[in-house]
């Protein structure tokens, strides 16, 4: 009746922004994204008869904040009836603050509570399961370059390129660690509901995650640049533009921009992206990658840094 999971967090290249079916949580674009090594989540469930109700431990201490969405995922894959169960929660980087902890949180908890159950369920499924949780979360399943493709009726995750096969850098700069004041399951829906640029990212994200693709395959790293940049600002100007404004930068999230464009000018192999917070994620080529951590650490308004290669997707710990 018990099951340890660890899962690791994703970043997007090609963002997924939006839902098609808010109930089923079904994005209404494909994604691609990186796994990462370094950062990581370990969930711990187990189901206990005699206990009333469920509970949650962050870093070892009670903390219900996540509890409501970590039970609902409990009861999709134990059923509604399922025993009451213990959930232990340990993660390495800080959380809500548009780090992926939610992927790395949900991939996790999805097969550690699959193996507590005792079910036995393939990756596509486990996945699915995951990603209704939180849409970035079924990416974590896997490892690598991820591609997350929207089917008639579900998503269905595949690793385009195995970590080993382009190992990049991946440096985290972080510009604050308090929680985001919009989470992003309310935010895409604000975006869907009044961004005028919406439909024009709907349209247009076949093209880019195409461009991707090919870069990936190719190994292209200034395609994969351009491209990933490029998706990221269109969807940070669909929440500029939304009513309310959703704002997640701050000045040294800018600055951490400035910092990438000074870096490319000196043929630096490095670009930037950003999620629904403020944080800005360097990917580099691995030879670059402490010329870029140096420069990004020397930005003012930088915290805090984190380097991370490209890792593997979840994995059970014990058996149940
Ligand atoms: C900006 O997966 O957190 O990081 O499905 O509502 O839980 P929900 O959203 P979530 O959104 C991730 C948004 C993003 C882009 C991405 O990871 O693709």
């Known amino acids: 009746m018990q099951g340890t999971a660890i899962a690791r967090p994703n970043i997007a290249l090609i ?10 949580n079904l994005p209404a674009v494909g994604s691609i994204s990186i796994t990462l090594r370094e950062l990581f989540t370990r969930m711990a469930v187990e189901f206990d008869a005699s206990l009333g109700a469920d509970t949650l431990t962050v870093n070892g201490t009670p903390d219900n904040a996540m509890l409501p969405r970590l039970a609902s995922c409990l009861d ?8 009451r169960a213990h959930i232990a929660s340990d993660c390495n980087f800080p959380i809500a603050a548009g780090l992926a902890s939610s992927a790395s949180a949900f991939a996790a908890i999805t097969v550690a509570a699959a193996a507590a159950a005792g079910k036995e369920l393939e990756r596509d499924s486990l996945a699915s399961l995951a990603g209704q949780a939180s849409g970035s979360a079924a990416r974590s399943l896997f490892g690598g370059f991820v591609e997350l493709k929207n089917m008639d009726d579900d998503i269905r995750c595949a690793t385009i390129l195995d970590a080993a096969d382009w190992p990049l850098s991946v440096i985290v700069a972080i510009t604050e660690t308090g929680p985001k004041a919009v989470g992003s399951t309310e935010a895409m829906e604000i975006s869907r509901r009044t961004s005028p640029f919406y439909s024009t990212w709907i349209q247009q994200q076949e093209q880019d995650l195409a461009t991707a693709r090919s870069a990936i395959a ?7 640049a351009a491209v990933t940049e490029h998706n990221c600002l269109k969807m940070h100007s669909i929440m500029w533009a939304s009513r309310p404004p959703l704002v997640y930068w701050n000045a040294a999230t800018m600055r951490c921009l400035e910092t990438v464009r000074q870096l490319q000018g000196q043929s630096l192999g490095v670009f930037f992206t950003i999620d629904a917070g403020p944080q800005v994620k360097a990917v580099c080529l691995p030879e670059h990658s402490d010329a870029v951590a140096n420069a990004l650490r020397a930005t003012a308004g930088v915290t805090d840094l984190m380097v991370t290669g490209l890792g593997d997707g979840a994995k059970l710990e014990t058996d149940a």
């Open 218 to 224: 190719e190994r292209d790293f200034e395609k994969l």
């Open 76 to 83: 999709r894959i134990a059923g509604p009836d399922r025993h």
């Open 15 to 24: 963002k997924y922004w939006g839902k098609r079916d808010t109930k089923r």
